[in-house]
């Protein structure tokens, strides 16, 4: 008899199991934690809110090669192989690294039905933008007057930007790089231009990084410990993060902030596995660090991983826009996706204007409050920026 009912039990929850499969799935592209920890971490964090399709669940993850530039035909194959899902609505890829654009063209020929959004994409804003139905990136436009503008608040009366010519052939940095300038020239700020090496050239990162520590102190000799400084490079932020916290001056946020972006690894900052993905833990023990190395108020960061974040609240705001019929490029809905998994923090954006002053509807940029260690959020997101900054080129 007891065979019987528990037979009866499992056909019945087999057939609520069956009833559960979701209508459509979602794709999630991300490097992996060698290359870009947070975007990974963001990925398997939609698999663990929707559940993976090989469960039952919504979401298909896959990642791309580390070496992304050299093994580009693996990165667009592993983009498109998302689409041979007949259930596949919604393609998230969470760092857009060069290929994105001709995997995107591709789905979009062979499967037009699919939704394709594209995160701090890689590629040149004008293909990006054709070939995706939404894309976001950090809001370098803003930003280049935001930064300056905190720096100063922080207490810097100097802004150095630490960069080389790959980067600054970049069109978003390179006008972020002409904003600070203009920044810091109106707010009486001495800007001073740095070139490091770059990390991919013959020096690799650890020659980048060696470079970075042995001049630090020199600079803050020569310039004095009120100088803010800003490297567009993430191997950069390590070794600047190490030599501000030990020697002085200042840091407000990185080229794509977060809380474990430079700050584990300058101050030996180990997490437990109850901390990993947990912002609000993550950022407390780093701040915690900060403050006992006499660093307080000095050192930024935005409170939770961009990387991570976008990738989670984009997934909620395509199931938005598959279930609620709301607009893929509804600013508002992207701002209230944001919101729900960063509480505590402001958010602001808008969208990309290129150097002809076309704006692109469907590309949105976004930036987070910046948190001063030891102090608290700026309120930077509720700063006007000056009309004439969105002019610069």
């Known amino acids: 008899m007891r065979k019987y009912l528990y037979g009866i039990l499992m056909f019945i929850l087999s057939i609520f199991g069956f009833a559960a499969e979701p209508d459509y799935h979602i794709g999630v592209?991300?490097?992996?934690?060698s290359q870009s920890e947070d975007s990974l971490r963001g990925a398997e964090e939609i698999v663990k809110m929707y559940g993976s399709v090989d469960k039952g669940g919504m979401v298909?993850?896959?990642?791309y090669p580390d070496n992304f530039m050299q093994e580009m035909e693996t990165t667009i194959s592993q983009m498109v192989g998302l689409a041979d899902d007949p259930?596949?609505?919604?393609?998230?890829?969470?760092?857009?690294?060069?290929?994105?654009?001709?995997?995107?063209?591709?789905?979009?020929?062979?499967?037009?039905?699919?939704?394709?959004?594209?995160?701090?994409p890689h590629e040149d804003p004008e293909i990006i933008s054709e070939a995706s139905d939404l894309v976001t990136n950090p809001d370098n436009v803003a930003r280049g007057y935001l930064i300056v503008k905190a720096a100063k608040e922080m207490g810097a009366d100097k802004f150095m930007h630490i960069s080389f010519p790959r980067h600054l052939s970049y069109?978003?940095?390179?006008?972020?790089r002409n904003i600070m300038a203009e920044a810091a020239k109106d707010l009486g700020m001495e800007f001073i231009e740095m070139s490091a090496p770059d990390p991919v050239s013959d020096v690799g990162v650890a020659g980048a990084q060696q470079y970075i520590l042995e001049q630090v102190p020199s600079w803050l000799e020569k310039y004095g410990k009120n100088v803010a400084f800003f490297a567009t490079n993430d191997a950069h932020t390590e070794p600047l993060l190490?030599?501000?916290?030990?020697?002085?001056?200042?840091?407000?946020?990185?080229?794509?902030?977060?809380?474990?972006?430079?700050?584990?690894?300058?101050?030996?900052?180990?997490f437990s596995e109850d901390e990993k993905g947990n912002w609000p833990k993550i950022l407390k023990k780093v701040e915690d660090t900060v403050v006992a190395k006499g660093a307080a108020g000095r050192m930024g960061t935005w409170a939770y991983s961009y990387n991570f974040i976008s990738v989670v609240a984009l997934a909620d705001h395509a199931r938005n826009v598959i279930e609620n019929d709301v607009d893929v490029t509804d600013f508002d809905?992207?701002?209230?996706?944001?919101?729900?998994?960063?509480?505590?923090?402001?958010?602001?954006g808008s969208n990309y204007t290129d150097i002809?002053?076309?704006?692109?509807?469907?590309?949105?940029?976004?930036?987070?409050?910046?948190?001063?260690?030891?102090?608290?959020?700026?309120?930077?997101?509720?700063e006007t920026v000056p009309e004439k900054y969105f002019k610069i080129k």
């Open 29 to 33: 592209v991300s490097g992996t934690v």
């Open 60 to 63: 298909t993850h896959v990642t």
């Open 87 to 120: 259930k596949m609505k919604v393609i998230i890829v969470g760092e857009a690294v060069p290929g994105t654009v001709e995997a995107f063209r591709r789905i979009r020929e062979a499967r037009p039905d699919i939704l394709l959004i594209a995160n701090a």
């Open 171 to 176: 069109e978003l940095l390179s006008r972020r």
């Open 242 to 270: 190490k030599r501000v916290a030990e020697n002085g001056g200042y840091f407000v946020e990185a080229d794509l902030p977060s809380p474990t972006m430079g700050y584990p690894g300058a101050l030996g900052i180990k």
């Open 333 to 348: 809905a992207i701002m209230e996706s944001l919101k729900k998994f960063t509480p505590g923090a402001g958010w602001n």
């Open 356 to 382: 002809n002053g076309i704006e692109k509807e469907n590309f949105y940029l976004l930036y987070q409050d910046t948190y001063v260690l030891g102090k608290g959020y700026l309120n930077m997101t509720n």
